[in-house]
């Protein structure tokens, strides 16, 4: 028992200091959808990219830190977190972040990314149902 229960906590320790495959090559080859267009004014709750910078080209694997920013006093509601690689088909990628995420944002170290422009629409929602998305776009180098 007592070796069965230290080889699990070896292997979660493992999997969290491991990369986790954001994108993966095949969904990468998929046809790029039309590109998203987000409104800049909203009483949404804000979203702002930590890292990667938006403006600037990056290496694979790197820390996705996202930081939410909720209004008037009002939570943000993580089970409302929605991400999706937009491709068509679209790729539901939360299952991939939910280890990282949290209602202050996300947190994911090590994510892998296939070079390339990259599309990512993330969308919420806080306590007052106010809703907000916004697009992150990467643009990825070998």
Do not use: C, W
Request: hydrophobic letters at 40%.
């Amino acid at each position: 028992m007592k070796h069965t229960l230290l080889a699990a906590m070896a292997l979660l320790l493992s999997i969290e200091a491991g990369a986790v495959s954001l994108i993966k090559e095949s969904e990468a080859k998929l046809p790029a959808a039309a590109e998203m267009k987000t409104r800049a004014i909203t009483r949404g709750p804000g979203v702002r990219v930590i890292s990667p910078d938006p403006a600037a080209t990056i290496k694979s694997p790197f820390t996705l830190k996202v930081a939410f920013e909720p209004r008037g006093g009002a939570k943000i509601v993580p089970d409302s977190v929605r991400m999706t690689y937009l491709r068509t088909p679209s790729v539901d990628l939360i299952d991939r972040v939910k280890p990282g995420l949290s209602e202050q944002g996300i947190d994911l170290a090590n994510a892998e990314v296939p070079p390339g422009e990259h599309q990512i629409q993330l969308s919420l929602e806080d306590s007052e149902g106010r809703k907000t998305s916004t697009v992150i776009k990467l643009s990825v180098v070998k």
